[in-house]
């Protein structure tokens, strides 16, 4: 359930010190470079579930979506869309709970005014690991800075462990 909670979430990465631009009418900042995308993802979602989302709202687009991929119990891969919305009424629906969005590890491609950023994440629930896996997140350069577009995230499972080399 919790690896659900946005384990999309991406983690807060050594380079969390990156330039920000200011993100249009939150008073949240931008990353203005797509490496500092984790940084910022994980600062919207860490803290308490029920914590205001305005940072999140700004970083992700408004038509953005998420999209968590699992296996069924049939063995099936399937998945589950979710708006920002969808996530921040599931978030806040767990009250109080502290959340810790951590990034391992991430690499990025880039083309022009689109980057792609490839994740590891640990997610935790008051002090407690609770998920790990990859997300796959899409980003565009806007006039104020880069936001997010979709988020797909696959969290490690018994029949579906983290390859070694996406490991720190």
């Known amino acids: 359930m919790l690896r659900t909670l946005f384990s999309a979430t991406i ?6 010190g990156n330039a920000m631009a200011q993100a249009p009418d939150s008073g949240c900042a931008l990353p203005a ?4 995308i984790p940084a910022a993802l994980d600062a919207a979602i860490s803290g308490p579930a029920d914590k205001d989302r305005a940072c999140m709202k700004a ?3 408004p038509e953005a979506h998420l999209i968590f991929a699992s296996v069924g119990t049939d063995g099936a891969p399937t998945y589950r869309l979710q708006t920002l919305d969808d996530w921040i009424a599931r978030a806040k629906s767990r009250g109080h709970v502290i959340l810790e969005e951590k990034q391992l590890n991430f690499r990025i491609d880039r083309y022009g005014d689109i980057a792609h950023v490839w994740s590891l994440y640990a997610l935790r629930s ?3 690991a609770v998920a790990r896996g990859i997300n796959s997140i899409q980003a565009i350069k806007e006039s104020g800075g880069w936001r997010v577009a979709s988020i797909t995230v696959r969290a490690e499972s018994a029949s579906a462990p983290l390859p070694t080399e996406y490991l720190p």
């Not at 983690?11 to 969390?16: H, P």
């Not at 470079?33 to 500092?36: A, N």
């Open 126 to 128: 008051d002090g407690k």
């Open 59 to 61: 970083l992700l687009i």
């Open 33 to 36: 470079e797509p490496w500092g």
């Open 11 to 16: 983690m807060a990465g050594s380079l969390a």
